[in-house]
């Protein structure tokens, strides 16, 4: 649990009581963890009567939509002019990575961060951050409880849906017993539990499928087979149909594969290059990661190439195979 827990919960509860208007964003390129406890504080703040606003500047995955206060997500960009008295940052260990959403940070009255990422480097006014947690919502669950907030059926929503898509549908290591006696108290709640299994895991687009299939039909391997590599291209994206954020996923299932002990995704833009890599047992994924300046967990994590250093895709791959055999 985090240092301070007590004295930083009085804290939060004032500012919260305080604020008039509350901002609430969180890290680049949405998941379920991201997405699922800034909906769910959106719910609370509507349910208490505060002008809030949830920033999302990017596309959200197919398998979110279906999340309660989706459709009032908005662009940091309508924000510029407001006046900001608490934003509150989910799910994100360092404020570049909320990108454009920065600018409303440095502009707010007090800023609160919420994370649970091994890597996270505490760059608000008050920093919640509990780095056992496997999922931000999980350790939402519990700041919201000790505050004694109700939570509605659409807040449980949220939060079961960021436990259950950060650790892997419950079977990454990082959980604990605590994990699934929070998901007890969510399905208490009364969720549809069916409806949130179906959306994100058994509705995967054709275009998706397609973009899956061209990254495997490439993938590359190394270190006798216990790294597994992919990468796409925005052409690849173009020509299968698929969203942008329909590339979430192929990390895990290279993963998956039998013998494959780390998992590398480059996803190819025109000025850089999306690191995404994922380990079975004993690779730290966050020694990678942080040599390109990037985060995440043991067993997760990402970083960012910019092609200045690195010109085309044999030098990324090189500099990363060369980092990763290390750890092997």
Do not use: W
């Not at 990017?58 to 398998?63: G, H, R, S």
């Not at 989706?70 to 006046?83: G, N, Q, R």
């Not at 994922?278 to 390109?292: E, G, H, L, N, P």
Request: hydrophobic share 35%; with cysteine; charged share 30%.
């Amino acid at each position: 649990m985090v240092k301070n827990f007590n004295e930083y919960i009085k804290i939060l509860e004032e500012k919260i009581n305080k604020a008039n208007t509350i901002a609430i964003a969180s890290h680049m390129n949405p998941d379920g963890d991201n997405l699922g406890s800034k909906l769910c504080l959106y719910k609370l703040f509507k349910n208490l009567n505060k002008e809030v606003y949830v920033i999302e500047n990017d596309q959200v995955p197919t398998a979110e939509k279906f999340l309660p206060g989706v459709e009032h997500l908005v662009d940091s960009d309508t924000l510029e002019d407001k006046k900001i008295d608490l934003m509150i940052v989910t799910d994100c260990g360092d404020i570049e990575r909320i990108g454009r959403a920065e600018s409303i940070f440095k502009k707010a009255d007090f800023t609160v961060n919420i994370d649970h990422h091994e890597t996270n480097v505490e760059f608000a006014d008050l920093n919640l951050v509990d780095r056992n947690a496997p999922a931000v919502c999980e350790f939402l669950y519990l700041i919201l409880k000790q505050m004694n907030f109700s939570i509605d059926k659409d807040m449980a929503t949220c939060l079961y849906t960021g436990i259950s898509t950060d650790t892997g549908s419950f079977k990454y290591d990082s959980i604990r017993p605590l994990t699934f006696e929070v998901a007890i108290e969510l399905l208490k709640i009364g969720i549809d539990i069916n409806k949130i299994t179906v959306n994100l895991y058994q509705r995967r687009s054709k275009e998706k499928t397609e973009l899956l299939i061209r990254a495997l039909n490439n993938i590359r391997y190394y270190e006798n087979n216990k790294i597994g590599l992919v990468s796409i291209n925005e052409k690849d994206i173009f020509e299968t149909g698929a969203r942008k954020s329909d590339s979430d996923g192929i990390v895990e299932f290279v993963r998956d594969i039998d013998g494959i002990e780390l998992s590398i995704f480059i996803n190819e833009k025109k000025d850089y290059y999306k690191l995404s890599t994922r380990s079975k047992t004993y690779v730290d994924c966050t020694k990678i990661a942080k040599v390109f300046g990037g985060g995440g967990h043991i067993r997760a994590a990402g970083a960012t190439l910019y092609k200045k250093d690195y010109p085309n895709l044999c030098d990324a791959i090189n500099r990363i195979i060369d980092l990763s055999s290390n750890e092997i």
